[in-house]
């Protein structure tokens, strides 16, 4: 399972590196070719919801297999440059449905086969390659575009993908189903992926239109009326996509919150870095990938780390730590200048792999830990869901921000790296920085006040007893 999730977040940000190299090959504008990500990451939160469900009707574990042998097809369809970019962006949407599939059921199918009391260490294995997709993108594409062409950017999967297929036949258990004989909510699964659509779109055209025009409010008013109507929909319906009660538990919505404003909040670097290294320090992908691995690296070494410590300590407790240093490291990117020694970035990816790592994996412990055992197929897709949302969100906004803010302080429109005023870039870098050190205390605050919450219901209880 955690060779997949890692291919498959991987895919959402591996290619940013790759567009201008696809671009060229296949005589496309650069702005074109950013559909190769937005399709991608658009199709699979659109689905999440409806493969979770359809996890809890007929088997995660079956849904899970057909998804890794979709994605695996789609990832060597998608290499074949020759047949053009409609081509690609029709493989990128098969590959996107396998993606939606596995992702969708990966945390439920840990959920409902490991005890409690290793559930968080095996959480940390899944977190830990959602982790090192989300982040690595950009480094491991450097690496393979510094020795091969564009299209092994996919290639790379199918192998990967052939062997975890064998080892999921032999390995995986049997399956067991929640649900059998549920139906499916075909309408709310249709206005959910219309929403999804349509909030995106809105928000990538935004990026080049800005919030302004009149068609990117339009499209966020049209997002909210979708919203309404899906909310509605499960609120009638007999056998809803979702229960929306389960976003009742305080425990579990505020689990799903922190996950989300991590998630953003290190899309900033994502997003940041690359143009740090590349076109302020001039250096070439495959060294910016080498330095940027440092995150990755140590997140996929620590995880099982703070996954131990989950299940041996208080979880909320590890959570709120990671989250301290995760804000502290946010700080740290603040002291990053034109002239700062490498090392130091270096040190401040390495504790920003820590921390996330030590926040991840008890908190999607704590996420599924409150859940029925009926829903953990639906749960498990929602906390995969805001994982994405959250990345998506993050890359918009640290895209916007910095342009934005760049354009501000020179006083005209700014579309590109200003390569002759290097210090706007640094400023809008420092500012941006700022604003995910803001989401990240806004997840310690409401961690904080989870813990006090449970603290004041605990007692409450020890007095109705006495």
């Given amino acids: 399972m955690g060779m997949f999730v890692f291919m498959s977040v991987l895919d959402g940000s591996i290619v940013t590196v790759a567009l201008p190299s696809i671009s060229h090959s296949l005589n496309i504008p650069l702005n074109q070719t950013t559909w190769v990500i937005n399709i991608y990451l658009i199709v699979i939160s659109g689905l999440l919801l409806f493969f979770g469900r359809l996890g809890d009707i007929y088997g995660k574990i079956r849904v899970f297999k057909i998804g890794t042998v979709i994605f695996t097809i789609g990832s060597l369809l998608a290499g074949f440059s020759s047949l053009g970019f409609n081509f690609l962006i029709g493989a990128r949407v098969f590959q996107a449905v396998g993606a939606s599939m596995t992702m969708s059921n990966s945390f439920g199918i840990t959920t409902s086969n490991f005890p409690f009391s290793m559930r968080t260490r095996a959480m940390s294995v899944i977190g830990m390659f959602v982790s090192l997709g989300a982040i690595a993108g950009p480094a491991i594409g450097g690496a393979i575009l510094n020795y091969l062409s564009w299209e092994y950017i996919f290639w790379v999967n199918v192998p990967v993908g052939l062997i975890s297929i064998i080892i999921g036949a032999k390995y995986f258990p049997k399956d067991t189903i929640e649900q059998r004989g549920s139906k499916i909510d075909w309408i709310g699964s249709a206005i959910f992926f219309a929403l999804i659509a349509v909030f995106f779109i809105a928000l990538n055209a935004a990026e080049n239109l800005g919030f302004a025009n009149p068609w990117i409010i339009g499209g966020l008013i049209l997002s909210i009326l979708l919203f309404y109507a899906f909310v509605r929909s499960q609120l009638v319906i007999k056998e809803p996509m979702i229960k929306l009660n389960i976003f009742k538990n305080q425990l579990y919505s505020v689990s799903l919150t922190t996950a989300l404003l991590v998630f953003a909040t290190n899309a900033y670097t994502n997003i940041l870095m690359p143009f740090y290294l590349q076109d302020l320090r001039g250096l070439t992908p495959g060294q910016a990938g080498l330095i940027l691995m440092a995150f990755p690296i140590t997140n996929f070494f620590i995880s099982p780390v703070s996954g131990w410590l989950g299940d041996k300590f208080d979880k909320e407790l590890i959570t709120l730590i990671g989250l301290v240093g995760l804000t502290l490291v946010q700080v740290g990117f603040l002291s990053i200048n034109a002239a700062s020694p490498f090392s130091l970035l ?121």
């Fill in 346 to 466: 270096v040190i401040i990816l390495i504790g920003n792999g820590l921390f996330t790592a030590i926040f991840q994996s008890p908190n999607n412990a704590l996420t599924m830990s409150t859940v029925p055992k009926p829903l953990l197929g639906i749960a498990g897709s929602v906390t995969a869901l805001a994982r994405n949302i959250g990345f998506i969100i993050g890359n918009t906004l640290a895209t916007i921000m910095l342009f934005i803010f760049m354009s501000n302080i020179a006083g005209h429109h700014i579309e590109s790296y200003p390569s002759h005023q290097p210090e706007l870039f640094v400023e809008s870098m420092h500012i941006s920085f700022f604003f995910a050190g803001l989401m990240s205390l806004i997840a310690l605050f409401l961690t904080i006040y989870r813990m006090a919450s449970r603290k004041r219901l605990s007692r409450y209880i020890e007095n109705e007893v006495h």
